[in-house]
């Protein structure tokens, strides 16, 4: 097991932590001349890349005399004028007053005409890039008692409305990214709770909880009103959450994967079993054609959709890939937006590692040691980058350039280790919780673009069912 972990119980019995206040905020081309595309003609002027000596025209000797002749110190050497007069004589004579070695059948062609507004015309059509100011400072700091430090939950997420999602012990708070109101949700009994993990759909509008009672719970969050549970799809904890349209998947501490189709009763479709241990790190591809399971086994899998159907009267899966490179339990998971197959993995406290997947053929296309426990990943929407939340020593975020790897930032701020990530909707905002009771919030992905407008479309939800009396 990962290092570090604390029980449940003894989260319980925390009691709340004091009030934090907020962090303060704290050049124009050389010219080249074109190559020679003309007529093969000798007679013909043709201008190469370069210049080439024309051999017929040099003259050996007085290359070799102008060579070869000693240097002189104009300044200080005194020359008699016998000799002063032999030199000139014989330069007269001999070089024929010529200084030039190499001789060029052609002259080279005059650059051509540009003008002052052309010149100023492409520089503004290609503005050099300026580099993006990256904060080192969280923007906003809340407070979040009775956060559970455990490394294999995930109790932090941020919906495609603008609002965020936490667990804390029992209860689930949501707070609105736009107002900047806190509300709470639900507070389950001690007999169900704590709350072991938090998921939004993909509507914004409705959220699954999964509890430590094995249980999963769906919430219509505009009307703060419980939809249905999802009972008897795990033998302990739910962990960990992962939406794909209608689809819920979850993982337990049992090592099972489940398919949940939310909208009929009998719910479990499909399961997916590979796993030994509890599965703490669930993604779906952006496609939401393949899924990867991260597990305290120190197993990666990835599991393809177009498989399904190889057995359907089992209704189990065999999965697409089986990795086991990483040493320690594999929890962070990050599908690349600008490259489908692409998929980030972070290992634990004794694996420390960021490795790079192409999840079509299962290999490993690169190996970063951090040098501490990987606790999340995100990708920046916009630019080739990644983001890593880490533990000791230092606690802090850091920025990478991909596929260079080069760190770009780290941010600091934290005390203890940052176990959750979420990215606002716009791509541009981070939230990081950490066992040191603290929500922060990182402008590290710089400032959202002037969205587009788009055609007003209806949408049916995928819980319209729950609305409506039949």
């Not at 000799?83 to 650059?111: G, H, Q």
């Not at 080192?136 to 999602?165: C, F, H, K, M």
Request: with cysteine.
């Amino acid at each position: 097991m990962d290092a570090g972990s604390r029980s449940i119980s003894s989260a319980k019995s925390r009691a709340a932590a004091a009030p934090r206040p907020a962090l303060q905020e704290a050049g124009s081309r050389p010219y080249m001349p074109p190559l020679s595309s003309g007529s093969r003609n000798p007679s013909a002027k043709c201008y190469g890349d370069r210049f080439i000596p024309d051999r017929s025209a040099m003259d050996m000797d007085m290359a070799h005399y102008l060579l070869t002749e000693p240097k002189k110190d104009k300044e200080n050497a005194v020359v008699s004028p016998s000799k002063e007069a032999y030199r000139r004589l014989l330069a007269e004579k001999l070089l024929n007053n010529r200084t030039r070695i190499l001789a060029f059948r052609n002259k080279p062609p005059e650059p051509q005409n540009v003008s002052a507004a052309d010149v100023a015309s492409s520089h503004h059509a290609k503005p050099a890039k300026q580099r993006r100011h990256i904060p080192q400072s969280a923007e906003r700091t809340l407070d979040a008692p009775e956060l559970i430090d455990d490394y294999y939950l995930n109790l932090l997420d941020w919906g495609t409305n603008n609002v965020l999602s936490i667990a804390l012990g029992d209860t689930v708070y949501l707070w609105d990214a736009s107002s900047g109101s806190t509300s709470e949700l639900v507070t389950v009994d001690e007999d169900s709770g704590p709350i072991t993990s938090v998921s939004w759909a993909p509507d914004g509008r409705h959220i699954a909880v999964g509890l430590n009672s094995s249980d999963v719970q769906l919430w219509d969050t505009s009307s703060n009103r419980l939809l249905r549970t999802l009972r008897g799809v795990h033998e302990a904890r739910v962990g960990s959450l992962a939406w794909n349209n209608s689809i819920l998947t979850t993982g337990g501490m049992d090592g099972k994967i489940m398919n949940n189709d939310v909208r009929i009763r009998n719910h479990v479709v499909q399961t997916y079993e590979g796993h030994s241990q509890e599965v703490c790190g669930l993604k779906w591809s952006g496609s939401g054609q393949q899924l990867a399971s991260g597990g305290n086994d120190n197993l990666l899998h990835i599991w393809d959709v177009s498989m399904a159907s190889s057995m359907p009267s089992a209704g189990h899966n065999q999965w697409l890939h089986r990795l086991d490179d990483h040493t320690a339990a594999v929890k962070a998971l990050a599908w690349c937006p600008f490259q489908s197959n692409l998929l980030a993995t972070g290992g634990g406290g004794s694996d420390r590692c960021i490795k790079f997947w192409n999840t079509h053929t299962g290999a490993c296309l690169n190996s970063v040691d951090t040098g501490s426990q990987v606790c999340a990943l995100l990708w920046n929407k916009n630019e080739r980058e990644l983001l890593s939340s880490h533990g000791f020593t230092q606690n802090q975020l850091t920025l990478w350039k991909y596929p260079s790897m080069v760190k770009m930032a780290e941010l600091t701020g934290h005390t203890s280790r940052v176990l959750f990530m979420a990215q606002s909707p716009d791509g541009c905002t981070v939230a990081s919780a950490a066992a040191d009771e603290t929500l922060r919030f990182w402008n590290v992905f710089g400032t959202p673009e002037a969205p587009k407008p788009a055609a007003k479309a209806s949408h049916t939800g995928m819980f319209n069912s729950f609305n409506h009396i039949r």
